[in-house]
């Protein structure tokens, strides 16, 4: 490393020490109200999150802040997620004689439901929790990678510290067997050993996954007994701390380990101090047992050596955040909390489990709960393109082995699961994000983009179990240009074949990713535009003749016959409400389930705005730019806008597309005061692995992601000064803000570099070279800046995006509609791509459709 830039490094380690910005993180955040954010503890990625399991129905991420009592402090868990409650194994509870009279284990409480303790306010910082039970015991943890150390500190002249462990229950109560438990001598610490394993149901997934733990106690204990349900009546078993004990566990028989030791003697002020180490794996136990041993050696099983745990995992999350350095002057308290801890969340999930694959054996890195990536790739991968650039090149090479192994690339994923699909087949486009930003270009870091490539096209061109991977309605819609309402020309799934609108959108947007790569890779023209015609195919479902709130233009269904869909529920007299599923109307009745109707989470209204590669077309069709600017007002102020869901996000910021970033502005303003705040409640809807928290990333920066291009759309800054530390070449992105705060929200000009920028959007290589954006700022609504006919964002019929727009035109895209909305012909073959077997493989897939 040269000098200078040697020294440049160590200037800013040392900044990014004195800042702290762990110290701003509030991981309670959104732990109530349907946020599901976990407030637990873990590193960066980290595949271990132990933390408290609260008795509630909305205890999905474990910890709800709603006063509900404590089940147990479990070892695993997501962050955010819907669906049912996820993970939660290996819980440990400490009590004491006021839960187990005169210390006799067998009147302990073992009951999941019946055993949960009242506790005080819990406490929680970057890989820290603890919590007060309302039996006197202190409860804390700290985290490495693969292992947690649990503190429990009695009350004074407790005479018998006691446990317990439960090896079966997780949070959904979903164990299905293959259980297994030994109780032994530790061969690593001078204390008892206890490894088990049992197999379980995932929260959003097909099948059962299977995980492992090794429990160090640095002491013997005093007693212990085996713990099981049989007939419905708890059976015991005395242990012996010399000898060991093995036992299987079936299905139907929740068990676990009650254990008490002696207070630790000749350590002032630590006798009633319980310290346990408890590693994680999804292979073995055995290699659970060398995690814990590697990462937090038998010393620093103590009180001293938590403290050193907990130190180190701060350290490794400031080191994380501090790629955003901040100049907070003037800033509020409550403004850096809400971001600080917003971006912190966003580096909980997905987690990094290289070396811990139990699915198969490979050289390449395996990340796991993507949950989902419908979710994430707007606006959680966007953000690791800039700030955590090598994580995201793993992460991109993961998805390629997925591929590889699974012969399909993920949409969701869990529990080393194949997780239910949402919508598109998004990891295209989050491929596609990560390849036009240059990530994993670099020497040596091993990202296969031909293999990406392949996989991609293996989506658009060929069907599985639609459930789980890829896309359905992949036949119909090369025969019709679009994806019918109740299709059911696919292979054999459990799939519902619901959702027909907003999948066409996706699937459409998808296309137009793997176009880029096509671009990008040098394959051939017709490739590339067969992809880019694809891309238009929202174009069939657009119906310029449904009407609504005086707006006229919506998406909506169709069947195969070319009919517009109506669905008898919702559109009565043949009227379509593209309202419906929005917050006024029907909000909950869109789901990805049978029943769930042809859109996803959200509206027509909402959805007739996701054309972000071809915004200029979508404007033209909606009436030009004046009436697309009421529409969109209307949108929000008729309350047809969802921000509890990721569709919601970047129709606030799409003003920029008609040249009016003001107005961009005050949505962004008004969208972060109303639904985001500091307080437990203070997130729109689940925190979707940090999907809800980026939002509040982006926003705060003053720009956001258009996810699948090298697009970012100009806000408005909520710092003076925002500095970004591309990690891989040190480059150095620098936003200032002239004239900040007060009323001074509105950019009035603009430099880049020292040049006058005009543009309300700003290239990725701003982040990947770095530079200085200086902003300066008014309060005058009136402002020129970004409202010019050539400061709006590329769009793919206007020539953007490197491609020939004109080619486009009059409907080439299969199936394009007509003035009065039939349906064209002309619908094109497929592109050939090579790859081995693939157009036998496809031939295969529509011989075989029912």
């Not at 409650?85 to 440990?92: I, K, V």
């Not at 004046?626 to 990721?646: P, Q």
């Not at 003001?662 to 109303?674: F, G, L, P, Q, S």
Request: aromatic share 12%; hydrophobic share 35%.
């Amino acid at each position: 490393m040269k000098p200078r830039l040697l020294v440049g490094w160590l200037s800013w380690l040392a900044i990014v020490s004195a800042q702290d910005p762990a110290s701003f993180v509030n991981p309670f955040i959104g732990t109530a109200n349907g946020g599901h954010a976990f407030p637990g503890a873990t590193l960066p990625w980290g595949s271990i999150k132990p933390g408290a399991d609260s008795r509630s129905g909305d205890n999905q991420a474990g910890y709800v802040s709603d006063g509900s009592t404590v089940t147990g402090i479990s070892q695993l868990h997501d962050d955010g997620t819907g669906g049912s409650s996820s993970l939660g194994q290996f819980a440990l509870l400490p009590f004491t004689k006021a839960n187990c009279q005169d210390n006799d284990l067998t009147k302990c409480t073992v009951d999941r439901e019946s055993r949960a303790l009242g506790h005080g306010e819990p406490s929680a910082s970057p890989g820290y929790f603890g919590i007060p039970f309302n039996n006197g015991v202190h409860a804390e943890v700290t985290v490495t990678e693969h292992a947690a150390l649990h503190r429990f500190t009695y009350p004074k002249g407790t005479d018998q510290l006691l446990v317990l462990l439960d090896v079966t229950n997780d949070l959904a109560v979903r164990y299905q067997g293959d259980g297994h438990v030994t109780v032994s001598p530790s061969p690593s610490i001078s204390g008892t050993r206890i490894t088990g394993t049992g197999r379980w149901i995932p929260s959003f997934g097909q099948t059962t996954y299977q995980v492992f733990f090794c429990l160090d106690s640095p002491r013997p204990f005093a007693q212990a007994k085996y713990y099981q349900t049989a007939n419905r009546a708890l059976e015991y078993t005395d242990l012996n701390n010399t000898a060991s004990f093995e036992k299987r566990i079936e299905r139907h028989a929740p068990a676990g380990v009650l254990l008490g030791f002696a207070p630790m003697k000749g350590v002032k002020g630590q006798e009633a101090e319980l310290v346990l180490r408890m590693g994680v794996s999804w292979v073995s136990a055995d290699r659970a047992c060398a995690f814990a041993e590697e990462e937090i050696p038998s010393a620093r099983v103590s009180s001293e050596g938590f403290e050193g745990v907990r130190s180190d995992a701060r350290a490794k999350w400031n080191n994380l955040l501090g790629a955003i350095q901040l100049d907070a002057t003037g800033v509020s308290t409550d403004t850096q909390q809400l971001f600080w801890t917003s971006l912190y969340r966003t580096y909980i999930a997905p987690t990094n489990v290289t070396g811990d694959n139990p699915l198969w054996t490979s050289t390449e890195p395996y990340w796991d709960s993507f949950y989902c990536i419908w979710d994430t790739f707007r606006v959680v991968h966007p953000l690791y393109a800039i700030t955590a650039p090598s994580a995201q090149a793993e992460i991109v090479r993961a998805l390629i082995d997925i591929y590889e192994h699974t012969g399909f690339l993920p949409d969701c994923r869990m529990s080393m699961d194949k997780g239910f699909t949402q919508g598109g087949s998004n990891a295209d486009s989050l491929l596609a994000d990560s390849f036009v930003k240059g990530v994993g270009m670099r020497a040596g870091e091993g990202v296969d983009w031909e293999k990406a490539f392949e996989g991609m096209v293996k989506d658009a061109t060929q069907m599985g179990d639609f459930e789980v991977e890829g896309r359905g309605g992949v036949n119909s819609r090369e025969r019709l240009g679009y994806v019918p309402a109740g299709d059911t020309d696919h292979p054999p799934s459990g799939g519902a074949n619901t959702r027909s609108a907003s999948r066409l959108l996706e699937y459409a947007y998808n296309d137009f990713s793997i176009a880029l790569v096509a671009q990008g890779l040098n394959k051939s023209d017709s490739v590339v535009q067969h992809y880019f015609n694809k891309s238009h195919g929202w174009l069939n479902i657009w119906n310029p003749n449904a009407t609504h709130s005086g707006f006229s233009g919506f998406i909506q269904p169709k069947s195969a016959d070319g009919s517009w869909f109506f669905d008898q529920r919702y559109d009565h007299n043949g009227v379509f409400r593209p309202d419906h599923c929005s917050p006024v109307f029907g909000h909950l009745d869109c789901f990805g389930g049978w029943g769930g109707g042809e859109f996803y989470e959200a509206s027509s209204w909402e959805y007739s705005f996701y054309v972000p590669h071809d915004m200029a077309r979508l404007v033209g069709v909606m009436g030009g730019k004046e009436t697309f600017s009421k529409r969109l007002d209307h949108f929000f102020e008729a309350g047809f806008h969802d921000m509890g869901d990721e569709p919601g996000f970047l129709p606030t910021y799409l003003y920029n597309y008609v040249g009016e970033p003001v107005k961009t502005v005050d949505r962004v303003d008004e969208t972060v005061a109303t639904y985001y705040n500091t307080s437990v409640i203070g997130l729109p809807g689940n925190d979707d692995s940090g999907s809800m928290g980026a939002y509040v990333v982006w926003s705060h920066l003053g720009f956001f992601p258009v996810a699948g291009q090298s697009i970012y759309l100009l806000n408005r800054p909520y710092f003076p000064k925002i500095t970004l530390r591309n990690e891989i070449n040190g480059a150095t992105a620098i936003i200032r803000a002239v004239n900040f705060g007060g009323e001074n929200r509105y950019i009035q000009s603009a430099t880049l570099n020292g040049k006058a920028y005009t543009k309300n959007w700003i290239s990725h290589d701003f982040f990947r070279y770095g530079g200085t954006l200086e902003l300066v700022m008014g309060k005058w609504k009136e402002s020129k800046w970004g409202t010019g006919e050539g400061d709006v964002p590329e769009s793919l019929s206007t020539g953007g995006f490197n491609g020939k727009g004109e080619a486009y035109e009059g409907g080439s895209a299969a199936g394009a509609v007509g003035s009065q909305g039939e349906v064209l012909d002309g619908a094109s073959e497929a592109e050939q791509v090579e790859r081995p077997n693939g157009f036998w493989s496809y031939l295969v897939f529509l011989l075989l459709a029912d």
